[in-house]
């Protein structure tokens, strides 16, 4: 398991440049599924999302990996590694969450 800190996030914006906030998924089905975008940030060289289904409640969000073609085209798909998901998962609960006293 890989230990990140603080240190190694850097926020970005491409897709909220790119969908203005929300962005549009594909479930298994084949259904759209509008998400709103949270937040984005890169950790290395691997950029993230960090999506949210309208009406979910603050802290109810979920990762998905974020990458770009050689022409541009941005794709957005699941974390399938669960120990890259919950060191991710616990980077930005860390960055996002208020310290506590």
Partial sequence: MTSYSREDLSWT??????????????????HAIRMELEAE??????RYAVLRRPGA????????????????????????DDDEWEDISELYDECTLPEEL
């Fill in 57 to 80: 409640a603050v802290g109810e969000h979920e990762l998905y990996h974020v990458s770009s073609s050689t022409d541009g085209e941005i794709s957005i798909t699941t974390i399938e």
């Fill in 41 to 46: 940030f890169k950790v290395g060289e691997q």
């Fill in 13 to 30: 914006s491409d897709l909220k440049e790119t969908f203005d906030g929300d962005v549009e998924l594909q479930d298994e089905q084949g």
